[in-house]
């Protein structure tokens, strides 16, 4: 999705809100250039975890990694050991995050992309199952 622009640039305000949102709960954030995006867990269960963030990345890349901070926060900030030690709980997690950027493509008309999304939906959440063997 990121043919369509940076976040920032195609949704400010929506990005000034995720923000927040993420500050409030206690996540910190750390924007970067040029690097994949992820939402870590805290090392240990009950704390907020690390959100990091390319500048650069898409709207539908934000919601993303946002639905990922959600499931944690949900939870009840499962923690590392949480999220990894069962593959079904984060394949579930990958299932909702990756489900909210199809949808978000699927809105704006790009099916290309929403196509795209869904086999590395189904890419990743096999390797997360396989990994469990």
């Known amino acids: ?17 995720l923000t927040e949102e993420a500050r409030a709960a206690g996540v910190e954030i750390n ?3 040029g690097i994949g995006m992820a939402y870590g867990p805290a090392p240990t269960a009950g704390s907020p975890g690390v959100m990091v963030l390319d500048r650069e990345a898409s709207y539908g890349a934000w919601l993303h990694e946002f639905r990922h901070m959600r499931d944690d926060r949900e939870a ?10 069962d593959a079904e709980v984060r394949a ?15 809105q704006i008309g790009d099916t290309a992309s929403a196509e795209r999304l869904r086999l590395l939906r ?8 396989e990994g469990d063997r």
């Open 76 to 85: 009840g900030w499962l923690g590392m050991r949480g999220w990894f030690s």
């Open 92 to 106: 579930g997690s990958e299932i909702r995050a990756y489900d909210v950027e199809i949808q978000y493509a699927e």
């Open 122 to 129: 189904d890419e990743e959440v096999r390797m997360i199952m």
């Open 1 to 17: 999705l990121r043919i369509h622009g940076a976040a920032w640039q195609t949704h400010p305000a929506e990005v000034a809100r």
């Open 31 to 33: 924007l970067r250039d």
